[in-house]
């Protein structure tokens, strides 16, 4: 009964709409603006936190992130759904993980992020998801050519546990070293002290929320790469509804707590620079594409026992940490110096892995 | 057997994209596919069903399942 409604349109909806209330919530709690949640720059926070780039104003290790994980990891038991699987390229979806964390960072945001920033008033946002659905369009393009990265195998259950015990230990971190007032590292953990790495809704409240929306939205395989994938190959409605309603939810939600500010300039996190806007978000779209889900549904995918996806995962965070310590990642004040370098060369690296990885499956 | 996708094993949509390409080379008649996650089990159903196919029967297999989907 619960599994036919999750998988039902309305499942998607709700998850859609659960995000659109809680995320403005969690940026009223405390963490950034038009940033209630942003998986890839959470990721990015993380990798601040562990040290992988040293970006002082990006470093916390965000409990969301742990919640989708663990709570994608809880629903798949519950719902006897974990299976540990793994071996469609690896190395490849590490790679893809790793450029679009570079142009999701060009943006500033994941594709929830860009959902987020409009219906926070950020016309910016626009520009990127106008990128993110561009560069779909060329991944659908690749798709319907033959591409595809292979077929992953089953293996050892403990294979499919290793992200989420990662992740336990980034929580198990956080509660050994907690962040000291005005330090900006405690034990092995980096921790901001200006900046939006240094705003955010308290851990438990960060981590239930986390929890609840990684159970829905395994349940409900919400993905917001997959809402415009399909539309355009398949021109099903049925992901789509999901951002749909965390879009409406989200702008409701904001004007409820006064967070709607419309405009352009000023915007919280975020630059004016259209075109790149625009670019870094084909990049991030074709290689979200490219391996099969957005930044969200990586994550809840690893939960579930997809070791592919955990490398994602992980290419997305080793990811940050070149966008940081190449100067590739943008700032409000626009792009980094090497920016726009990095997308050409993402694009180049996308194009290349899509014209060259495929194969017709009988 | 001629009518069998094999899709166990392969990330969104491509279980997706090989029904609905079976579906548009046979017109009609009975197809069965192989998937190996609850979501590609979902996803199948679900394109076969928008394309004014039946979903006569889902049977576990292996650590996967057989969707049989048919249309007259």
């Known amino acids: 009964m619960l599994r036919k409604f999750f998988a039902s349109r309305w499942g998607i909806i709700g998850t859609g709409a659960f995000i659109g209330v809680f995320a403005p919530l969690l940026q009223k709690w405390g963490n950034p603006g038009n940033m209630g949640i942003c998986v890839a720059c959470?990721?990015?926070?993380?990798?601040?936190?562990?040290?992988?780039?040293?970006a002082d104003v990006v470093q916390y290790m965000r409990p969301e992130i742990i919640g989708f994980v663990l709570g994608a990891f809880i629903a798949a038991y519950l719902f006897k759904e974990f299976r540990s699987r793994a071996g469609s390229a690896p190395i490849v979806r590490f790679v893809l993980g790793a450029f679009?964390?570079?142009?999701?960072?060009?943006?500033l945001g994941c594709p929830w992020r860009a959902m987020l920033r409009l219906a926070g008033g950020d016309g910016n946002a626009v520009f990127?998801?106008?990128?993110?659905?561009?560069?779909?369009?060329?991944?659908?393009?690749?798709?319907?050519?033959?591409?595809?990265?292979?077929r992953s195998q089953e293996t050892h259950t403990a294979v499919g546990w290793v992200l989420p015990i990662i992740m336990l230990g980034f929580l198990a971190l956080i509660l050994l070293f907690p962040q000291v007032e005005g330090q900006d590292k405690s034990g092995v953990l980096f921790?901001?002290?200006?900046?939006?790495?240094?705003l955010h809704a308290p851990l438990f409240i960060a981590l239930g929320v986390g929890l609840a929306v990684g159970i829905l939205a395994q349940r409900s395989r919400f993905c917001t790469m997959g809402a415009f994938r399909d539309l355009i190959l398949f021109r099903q409605t049925h992901l789509f509804l999901g951002i749909v309603a965390l879009v409406v939810v989200a702008f409701i939600t904001n004007l409820i707590l006064k967070q709607f500010h419309p405009g352009f300039i000023n915007q919280p996190i975020a630059h004016t620079m259209s075109l790149w806007n625009f670019g870094g978000?084909?990049?991030?779209?074709?290689?979200?594409?490219?391996?099969?889900?957005?930044?969200?549904?990586?994550?809840?995918?690893?939960?579930e026992g997809d070791g592919d996806a955990a490398v994602f995962v992980l290419g997305m965070i080793v990811g940050a940490g070149f966008a940081h310590n190449f100067g590739l990642a943008s700032s409000p004040q626009g792009v980094g110096p090497h920016g726009i370098a990095a997308v050409i060369i993402g694009l180049v690296v996308c194009?290349?892995?899509?014209?060259t990885m495929r194969k017709k499956i009988a | 057997m001629s009518n069998t996708v094999d899709a166990r094993g392969l990330s969104c949509p491509q279980p997706v994209l090989l029904t609905m390409e079976r579906i548009?080379?046979?017109?009609?008649?009975?197809?069965?596919?192989?998937?190996?996650?609850d979501t590609s089990?979902?996803?199948v159903s679900r394109a076969a069903t928008s394309q004014g196919w039946k979903v006569k029967g889902i049977k576990s297999e292996g650590t996967g399942y057989r969707i049989m989907i048919a249309k007259k």
């Open chain 1, 100 to 107: 679009a964390m570079i142009g999701a960072l060009v943006f």
């Open chain 2, 41 to 43: 089990k979902e996803n």
């Open chain 1, 351 to 355: 194009l290349l892995i899509g014209f």
């Open chain 2, 24 to 37: 548009q080379k046979i017109k009609k008649g009975e197809i069965a596919i192989l998937v190996d996650t």
């Open chain 1, 128 to 150: 990127g998801i106008l990128g993110l659905v561009g560069g779909i369009w060329v991944g659908t393009w690749f798709l319907k050519g033959d591409y595809n990265l292979g």
């Open chain 1, 191 to 198: 921790y901001s002290i200006k900046g939006p790495g240094s």
């Open chain 1, 42 to 54: 959470f990721e990015r926070d993380i990798a601040g936190a562990l040290g992988l780039h040293r």
């Open chain 1, 281 to 303: 978000m084909v990049l991030a779209g074709l290689a979200f594409a490219l391996a099969g889900g957005c930044p969200g549904r990586q994550l809840f995918l690893a939960g």
